[in-house]
């Protein structure tokens, strides 16, 4: 009987800047609204290229502002979501 085995891998963007505080908004809304959005459609293309696999985004309970997770199911596995 196979048994389902996972693997874990992170990717993490820490940002950062040095900027008026008056500024900040508007630097956070651009990581927000265009490049974070974007980052994720182009990592979804590239994932849903590979035949055999699904792909889905997953909450764990914390703001999508702090963590997306993007669960890979092969074969198999991807029966039980």
């Not at 820490?14 to 459609?41: C, F």
């Not at 999508?64 to 039980?80: L, N, S, T, W, Y």
């Amino acid at each position: 009987m196979a048994e389902n085995e996972e693997h874990m891998f992170n990717l993490r963007f820490s940002l950062s800047t040095h900027i008026p505080t008056e500024a900040w908004d508007e630097w956070l809304k651009e990581w927000e609204i265009v490049i974070k959005p974007g980052l994720i459609r182009a990592v979804f293309a590239h994932l849903r290229q590979f035949e055999g696999w699904d792909c889905h985004a997953r909450s764990r309970g914390l703001s999508p502002f702090d963590e997306i997770e993007i669960v890979m199911r092969q074969g198999e596995a991807k029966r039980d979501r």
